[in-house]
C-alpha cells in the first residue's frame, strides 16, 4: 500500500501563487512516478502534471504550462506542485496520484491522495 497525503490549498487572488505538497509513505519513493490532477465543478477530473521516478521527466497540461511546476524531493519523499500566476479557472481539488511506471501514471494511477481545495477569486 502506497499513502499520499496532499496539502497547502487555499484561497488566493487572481494573480497570486500557491505551492501543493504531497507526501508518500509506504513504498520506495523514489521507485515511483508521480502526477496531479485537478477536478473543478462540473467537470471530470483532469490530468495536470507529472514527473518521473527520479525527477529527470516532466510533463504538463496545456493549460497550466509556463505557470505550473512539478518538483520532487525523494529524500522527503515529497512532490510539489508551484502554481503562480493563477486564474479563476484553476480553482478544482487537487489530487495527487502515483504509479510505478511514468507512461502510465496519468491514465492508471495505482494511489490516490485525499485531495485539497485550491480556490481563485477574481
Known amino acids: 500500500q502506497v499513502q499520499l497525503v496532499e496539502s497547502g490549498g487555499g484561497l488566493v487572488q487572481a494573480g497570486g501563487s500557491l505551492r501543493l505538497s504531497c507526501a508518500a509513505s509506504?513504498?520506495?519513493?523514489?521507485?515511483?512516478?508521480m502526477g496531479w490532477f485537478r477536478q473543478a465543478p462540473g467537470k471530470e477530473r483532469m490530468f495536470v502534471a507529472r514527473i518521473s521516478g527520479s525527477g529527470g521527466s516532466t510533463n504538463y497540461a496545456d493549460s497550466v504550462k509556463g505557470r505550473f511546476t512539478i518538483s520532487r524531493d525523494n529524500a522527503k519523499s515529497t512532490v510539489y506542485l508551484q502554481m503562480n500566476s493563477l486564474k479563476p479557472e484553476d480553482t478544482a481539488v487537487y489530487y495527487c496520484?502515483?504509479?510505478?511506471?511514468?507512461?502510465?501514471?496519468?491514465?492508471?494511477?495505482?494511489?490516490w491522495g485525499q485531495g485539497t481545495q485550491v480556490t481563485v477569486s477574481s
Open positions: 509506504g513504498r520506495t519513493f523514489s521507485s515511483y512516478a
Open positions: 496520484a502515483t504509479n510505478r511506471n511514468y507512461a502510465v501514471v496519468t491514465t492508471t494511477p495505482a494511489y
